[in-house]
């Protein structure tokens, strides 16, 4: 996780164009592996939420908001 947060770093200094190369490239491969293993549309819709919580979890870790 922290791997993963510290490449989608968007700090002033970051490459953003590389954090969401990242980011899309985690996303497609979530798409083509679930099309790879004839998941159900429910079930691709769950991997990528879950992917997609991933990413937001890693994101959150590096910005925590004070709420």
């Known amino acids: ?5 510290l490449a989608l770093d968007t700090s002033e200094n970051a490459d953003i164009e590389h954090a ?5 490239l985690v996303r497609e491969t979530i ?6 293993l004839n998941m159900s549309e429910a079930g691709q819709r769950s991997a990528a939420g879950y992917a997609d919580e991933l ?3 890693a994101l959150s870790s590096l ?3 004070d709420e």
């Open 20 to 24: 969401r190369g990242i980011t899309s």
């Open 55 to 57: 990413l937001s979890t």
């Open 63 to 65: 910005y925590p908001s």
């Open 31 to 36: 798409r083509q592996r679930c099309r790879e």
């Open 1 to 5: 996780m922290t791997s993963l947060a």
